[in-house]
């Protein structure tokens, strides 16, 4: 080991640059709710307990969509057509 080291070119913060796509927030969760990401990011041997909070709102929003369906289709193509004429 050195007895002295060069950090005259060292940057502070992070090592990776956060993802554009994510927005940095600050919000108030129930214990519990946080706790049970935590212990389910321990349980599977590691991760982000926050990646996880954000996945499991997506799923939600996911089901939340309507989806589109060959029965919404043709429904919208018929009123569409009952408009046209």
Do not use: C, W
């Not at 005259?8 to 990776?16: D, E, I, L, N, Y």
């Not at 060959?70 to 057509?81: A, F, G, N, Q």
């Amino acid at each position: 080991m050195r007895d002295e080291y060069d950090f005259s070119k060292g940057k502070r913060g992070a090592v990776f640059p956060p993802d554009p796509n994510k927005v940095r927030i600050t919000i108030r969760l129930d214990a519990d709710i946080i706790n049970y990401f935590k212990e389910q990011v321990h349980k599977a041997g590691g991760g982000n307990y926050q990646t996880m909070i954000n996945n499991a709102l997506r799923e939600y929003l996911d089901k939340r969509q309507p989806s589109f369906n060959e029965s919404t289709l043709r429904r919208v193509i018929r009123e569409e057509l009952q408009a046209a004429h």
